[in-house]
């Protein structure tokens, strides 16, 4: 994540901390944060300004699918943070965690999405 302007948007406030920290630990240059799926949209032109974005899902509605078009819209690499087997599945195509996640699982799955450029399905 080194040098990277990192979104996170997370709903529950220490797992937001806790995704901050390892981001920052990896050498993110910025962390923006949303405390949910709407508040992210919101930042409009920001998102844009984002390489990597650690994304919780926890079902995926229609802001969720709207959150991640846009970042795929604008080149945003993306990392799916869900405690949800449901969601999981749905975005198989994706780079997933699952919750609880350790801090390895978050450098490994941005790595991954990084490296394969995850702002849409793999194919």
């Not at 709903?11 to 962390?31: T, V």
């Not at 920001?46 to 650690?54: D, I, M």
């Not at 198989?92 to 490994?108: C, N, S, T, W």
Request: with cysteine.
């Amino acid at each position: 994540m080194l040098g990277l302007r990192v979104l996170v948007v997370e709903r529950e406030f220490l797992i937001a901390l806790d995704l901050q920290r390892i981001a920052e630990l990896a050498g993110a240059s910025a962390c923006v944060l949303a405390n949910s799926i709407d508040g992210a949209i919101a930042l409009g032109p920001e998102l844009a300004e984002c390489q990597l974005a650690l994304v919780e899902v926890p079902e995926l509605d229609a802001p969720a699918r709207d959150l991640l078009a846009t970042l795929a819209a604008n080149g945003v690499s993306v990392v799916i943070v869900t405690a949800s087997n449901a969601v999981a599945s749905d975005l198989r195509d994706r780079v997933v965690i699952l919750k609880p996640f350790a801090e390895q699982d978050v450098l490994d799955a941005a790595r991954a999405a990084i490296g394969t450029g995850a702002s849409a399905p793999r194919t």
